[in-house]
């Protein structure tokens, strides 16, 4: 199976168990339940689940371990997506060439639909039949990294950079948060899964981070390179927005050529950090799939 | 010291608990700390914390784990009001005579502080000293209590109850799902924080169930009485505003003095729940006092 191929079946089974894992709908107030479910189950490539599953096979855990924990964390993702396209914020009518979730449903339907995700994204976890150490070690890495010193820090201080521009630092700095932290929650879940039945060697806590992190930052510059120079008919969307918006990106502080550099070798960083161990094969291929990407 | 005196003292702990326990900022992205604190601070009675530290103290546990899982519920019922405020939803200028979040901090900052605070919670809790299985029943009863078949299911139900009106059997739902999920929870985490040194009376988590339902059931029926008959000046605010928007209520489904029995009757059924334990005197002058309060 060639990458694309892991990718796709990866998803499937990520596609197939958070469909499963939503809640069952109470018929009193049925129209929350169909917008979660909306958003939750219009997945794209579900590269976080794939992480973690991934992780946690390098590790010999079970799948549906990493399958729970990773559908928890694609419920946060999906609810941060939801609340990004609310007028309020960046006022999206389409989200993967579907209507938002507020055109569907409205304004107040999809911001409770986000809340009622974040809130359940938890709810999975401590209800779930993992150990008692697991649950908590991933309800303190979720919630710090989708929290305000992680993910939601991140969303602010893009918002901030709107108004006045960010300093090449501030510019890395927010991507790591804005995408970088859940990415790095993502890894850690499948050690954490693979923990459930097995164990897993100490030094690879640092080094799933240091390939999150390689990863995280690439996947950034990727996507800013292909705002600049993408095909919009691959992309699904129009480029240039970034541009547009007046927002830093790694193309203004940047020319594109250096930017492409500076994402190979924060690949090539990532390889590195886990390339010492058995069967890290796929995440590598992963990292190399990342950079390479048209979409 | 009379009830009065108490819920005052109870409040001055908690409010100074919830100062010390908020996320330390971070100035690249201040906006959104002082957006958290702004809500988080601006307290109110504090019912819900008094119920948490008076049901932990009945059963001979420690004010610190009390107040612990108290802040953290606190935190979530904080973010309710900031996402209910908003524009999208019932669009309020003012909140306890303050300017709400959206008001002071704008409406994208605003739907980001209550995520924060959401998410928050969960991270206090699993961040804490609490023993592992005394963490994962507060984290499951909250995620759930708070979550799309509590808490966020009563706000739709509200919301929907604008456009058609409730049956009597949904009015009730409505307010078990709205405001008695996180009174319950409030009730339980009293009982899991005395966990965490104590052992507590098995019979007792049925009992404060039972407290926590007429307790909560009373209080809203109490709200719609003083939004009929009550007194502006000791509310702050205009009476009047539910059969302004066509809400049912406890006073449209029936007349005032049906709802006053009502009350008498659910406040009386709460104190029997609890009348038979040692060091119940607290919490059965409570709910005297939140049947009988003029705002």
């Known amino acids: 199976m060639n990458i694309k191929e892991v990718i796709k079946e990866n998803a499937t089974l990520a596609d197939n168990y958070i469909s499963k894992a939503l809640p069952a709908a109470d018929e009193d107030f049925k129209i929350i339940f169909d917008a979660v479910r909306y958003s939750?189950?219009?997945?794209?490539?579900?590269?976080r689940p794939m992480l973690t599953l991934e992780f946690c096979r390098m590790c010999g855990g079970a799948d549906e371990d990493a399958l729970l924990l990773a559908t928890a964390l694609?419920?946060?993702?999906?609810?941060?997506?939801?609340?990004d396209d609310l007028p309020?914020?960046?006022?999206?009518?389409?989200?993967?060439?579907?209507?938002?979730?507020?055109?569907?449903?409205?304004?107040d339907v999809a911001t409770l639909a986000g809340d009622a995700l974040l809130t359940y994204a938890f709810e999975l976890i401590a209800s779930s039949n993992l150990s008692d150490s697991v649950k908590i070690k991933a309800i303190k890495a979720l919630s710090y990294n989708a929290g305000i010193h992680g993910m939601i820090g991140g969303q602010v201080m893009d918002m901030l950079g709107e108004k006045t521009p960010l300093t090449p630092d501030g510019l890395y700095k927010m991507n790591r948060l804005k995408t970088g932290?859940?990415?790095k929650c993502a890894c850690l879940f499948g050690l954490y899964a693979a923990e459930n039945t097995t164990s897993v060697k100490e030094?690879?806590?640092a080094d799933a981070e240091k390939y999150a992190d390689g990863i995280g930052v690439s996947f950034q510059i990727t996507d800013d390179i292909l705002d600049?120079?993408?095909?919009?008919?691959?992309?699904?969307?129009?480029?240039g927005s970034d541009s547009e918006n007046g927002k830093t990106t790694f193309t203004t502080i940047h020319t594109v050529d250096e930017a492409r550099e500076i994402a190979k070798?924060?690949?090539?960083?990532?390889?590195?950090?886990?390339?010492?161990?058995?069967?890290?094969?796929?995440?590598?291929?992963?990292?190399?799939?990342?950079?390479?990407?048209?979409?």
């Open 181 to 183: 932290c859940l990415i």
């Open 88 to 107: 309020c914020m960046d006022n999206d009518d389409l989200r993967r060439g579907k209507p938002t979730n507020h055109k569907v449903f409205g304004e």
């Open 74 to 83: 694609e419920l946060i993702h999906t609810y941060s997506l939801i609340h």
């Open 40 to 47: 939750a189950e219009s997945g794209g490539k579900r590269i």
């Open 228 to 239: 600049v120079c993408g095909d919009e008919k691959l992309l699904g969307k129009p480029i």
């Open 203 to 205: 030094s690879l806590y």
């Open 265 to 295: 070798k924060l690949t090539s960083d990532a390889k590195s950090a886990i390339s010492g161990y058995d069967k890290s094969e796929r995440l590598i291929e992963l990292a190399d799939f990342l950079l390479s990407r048209q979409s």
